[in-house]
């Protein structure tokens, strides 16, 4: 049978997390479709918005060649990402809250400024918008997903995996992130990968380096989820483990679905973008039960 990828399960980092936390967010996320739009939806929020932005500054870099990459200060391209997410576009409750995460991307992005590092050096683009593999044919399941930054290595001719973060916290050793990065930059790309790495733009000035995976034991793991996600869409099968709309994973999509979420337009990939409109610290002030 000829490989066909619109017929294909294709996993990500992103979708293989929504599974593993929940199955109907996983659904929500990725499978559900607005029945007037026939888009995906996608839930936006503060943190949401604010990595959004930021990763958007730093991945325009990588298209231009290393002596032009400052020479727009990056505190003005923020500006300009930034005002995508104003807001209720960014799932923001108040002006006040808005101002703190804005700071924080201006913070982030001064470090990547003072110090660039590898930001500076030459970067290898995957020519793909969406970089892919054939992670298994047999059964029909695809890899994909955006890296970051690949830093270009000359003196071994090979490459090092960047990726930005801007959570407050570590990323979980447990997690299949570099796992599936390594997987997809050895396949989309000839260079060998020498080394992998996280920049916590939150609160480091620099790198830090991590083991890189296995990829024999990654792509065995990969195809393992993706089977259990294969056999789930075909029965349709997406339980929330806590029950429907019970856990953090799918508590406010499901309020999406309900009409109980405010439509704030369309994003990338013809994605329905919705918040979850919440109190503010100043309306909960206007009144006091004693």
Not at 148 to 169: A, R
Not at 203 to 211: H, I, T, V
Not at 246 to 253: F, I, K
Request: net charge positive.
């Amino acid at each position: 049978m000829p490989k066909d990828k619109y017929s294909a399960v294709w996993l990500s980092h992103s979708s293989i997390g929504d599974f593993l936390k929940c199955p109907r967010s996983y659904y929500l996320k990725n499978v559900y479709k607005n029945p007037k739009t026939r888009h995906k939806i996608q839930l936006m929020s503060p943190a949401l918005a604010l990595g959004q932005a930021v990763h958007k500054v730093i991945e325009s870099l990588s298209n231009l060649s290393t002596k032009d990459r400052f020479k727009t200060p990056l505190i003005k391209k923020f500006e300009k990402e930034w005002k995508k997410v104003s807001g209720i576009n960014g799932g923001f409750t108040s002006p006040d809250q808005e101002e703190k995460f804005k700071k924080r991307g201006e913070a982030m992005l001064r470090k990547v400024v003072k110090n660039p590092g590898p930001v500076a050096n030459l970067a290898v683009k995957i020519q793909k918008d969406l970089p892919y593999f054939w992670v298994s044919e047999e059964d029909n399941l695809i890899l994909c997903g955006k890296i970051d930054w690949l830093e270009y290595l000359p003196d071994t001719d090979s490459v090092h995996i960047i990726d930005f973060k801007t959570s407050k916290n570590e990323e979980d050793p447990n997690s299949l992130q570099l796992p599936i990065y390594h997987l997809l930059v050895h396949n989309c790309q000839k260079r060998e990968v020498s080394k992998a790495s996280y920049w916590y733009l939150e609160f480091s000035d620099e790198l830090e380096e991590q083991e890189l995976p296995d990829l024999t034991l990654a792509r065995e793991k990969i195809i393992e989820i993706g089977k259990k996600i294969k056999l789930a869409r075909s029965l349709e099968l997406y339980k929330c483990p806590q029950g429907e709309g019970a856990c953090y994973a799918c508590r406010d999509l499901e309020k999406i679905v309900q009409g109980k979420a405010k439509f704030v337009g369309t994003g990338e990939y013809k994605r329905d973008i919705y918040v979850v409109e919440r109190e503010s610290e100043e309306d909960k002030k206007e009144s006091v039960i004693l």
